[in-house]
Structures are given as C-alpha cells and as structure tokens.
C-alpha cells in the first residue's frame, strides 16, 4: 500500500490511462482535459506539476513510446479500493475525445522522429564513405590502414570545419589531399552542419570500436 492515497487530480489523471497501462503524455493531458469542465482549463505545465508528484508518490512512472515521454500506470484498483477503469458510455467518449485531440500533436512529433532518425542515418552513411574513401587513399599511399589514423583525421576534420570551411579545406589539402573532392561535393550538396554531423558521427564510432 501506498503511504498516501491519490488525491482528486491524482485519480483523474490515472482514470485517463482507459483500459491501458501505458499511455502517451499527449494523450494522458487531452484526455484529463475531457473528463470534466472542471479540468477543462488546467495549463500543461501544470499538468506535468501534477505528473512529477505521481511519479515521485510511485504512482506512475515514465517510459519511452516510439520517442515519445509517456507513463506506466503503477496502481492497481485494490490499491484504490475504487474502481478507475471508464464505467460508463460517457466516460468512454470523453477519453475517446481526448485521444482525437491529442492525435495531430502526436503525428507531428512521428513526422519530426522520422526527419531525425532519417537525418541520422544518411549522416552516418555520408561519414562511413568519407572514411572509406580515407582508408583507401592510405592503402594507396602507405599500402596499411591506421585506424588510429583515420580518428586522428576524423576528429581534425571535425575541429577543422567547426571554425570554418576555409579551415577544413586547408587541413585536407595539407594532410588528406585524397578526399579533397569527395568532401566538396558533399559539403555542396548537404551544406556544412551534415559534414560536421557526418564526421563526428564516423569520429565517434572509430573510437568507440577501435579503442
């Protein structure tokens, strides 16, 4: 048993979880807003006020869905001694309304989680063939790839492009003259954030498994 029971606004926000155990935040918020007129007009932040005191109580706890922050329902209704579960038709519409609501927040947040992951890994794979085309300009020059090396150009390319175009250029021309042409075509192509995203990517992963 909990040390304290849920107070008024505490048992409304657990009665927006429905049927489920694990819900959105986005959804939690629109549907509490539905339940009466009374929380109809209830802020967002203090909404979450109310979220971090049920998790702090062992009422809730937070999770991930799809990239999203949402909360597990942790109580039971024998820890109640009520029932929360919708128990009339009424209580299924207002909920059902909230998840209509909370629906274009949701696909937009998809949309952005689908950009950034998409965005993740074209930089990955634009940073894999900037080390490739490295690694066999050094097997042409020196007949051996260092892959101690190619984190060493990596990181420079990386602090190189930070303060300028200019700056990377010359360190390329001066130590890596091989993958002059690649880069420029990539930098033209994706502009300077997606270069310096793909190199700290490829920079990060030559260290985590080569070191």
Request: hydrophobic share 40%; net charge neutral; charged share 25%.
């Amino acid at each position: 048993m909990h040390a304290e029971p849920p107070n008024a606004i505490e048992l409304d926000i657990i009665r927006s979880f429905g049927w489920s155990i694990v819900e959105l935040e986005e959804t939690l918020y629109e549907r509490f807003l539905h339940l009466s007129a009374a929380r109809s007009l209830v802020p967002r932040d203090t909404f979450q006020s109310h979220l971090r005191e049920m998790e702090a109580k062992g009422f809730i706890s937070p999770v991930r869905l799809h990239g999203m922050k949402g909360y597990k329902r942790l109580l039971a209704d024998k820890d109640l001694g009520k029932s929360v579960y919708p128990n009339v038709p009424l209580d299924e519409i207002r909920l059902a309304l909230g998840s209509v609501k909370a629906r274009p927040a949701l696909e937009k947040a998809r949309a952005s989680t689908r950009v950034s992951e998409d965005l993740f890994s074209s930089s990955e794979s634009v940073g894999v063939a900037i080390q490739a085309a490295l690694e066999n300009c050094m097997l042409r020059e020196t007949g051996r790839i260092s892959k101690g090396a190619v984190h060493e150009h990596m990181k420079n390319m990386c602090q190189a492009l930070s303060k300028s175009e200019e700056d990377l250029f010359e360190y390329i021309r001066d130590q890596t003259p091989g993958i002059l042409i690649e880069v420029g075509q990539i930098l033209r192509s994706h502009g300077p954030d997606f270069l310096l995203l793909s190199l700290r990517l490829t920079e990060a992963n030559i260290r985590k498994y080569s070191y």
